[in-house]
């Protein structure tokens, strides 16, 4: 598993993570026991909603084309629908 180091910027401040890229049709961290955190690109700025179904707790964060932050999500129980707008996302696990 080659992971890739990703950098955006919180309140201001830059932060750096060591993410795996995945494609957007990948099923992130559904079903998934032990995981880096995931990091999703998409092809434009846009709204990207996703669910919690089968997933452990996780943050979400989604990310402007400036990679800075839109939306930030705590994840604790199973949801239909989280959504925010950006071009990344980022899958934090717990």
């Known amino acids: 598993m080659v992971l890739k180091k990703f950098t955006y910027k919180l309140r201001g ?9 995945v494609s957007v049709f990948s099923t992130g961290l559904m079903f998934r026991k ?8 998409l092809d434009k700025e846009r709204k990207f909603p996703i669910h919690s179904l089968f997933c452990k707790p996780f943050t ?8 800075s932050v839109t939306n930030i999500v705590e994840v604790s129980s199973p949801k239909f629908k989280i959504s ?5 996302l980022l899958e934090i696990p717990e």
Request: proline share 10%; glycine share 6%; charged share 25%.
């Open 60 to 67: 979400a964060i989604w990310l402007d084309k400036n990679k």
């Open 84 to 88: 925010g707008k950006g071009k990344y």
């Open 13 to 21: 401040k830059n932060k750096s993570i060591n993410v795996k890229p």
């Open 34 to 41: 032990n995981s880096p955190p995931l990091l999703f690109t």
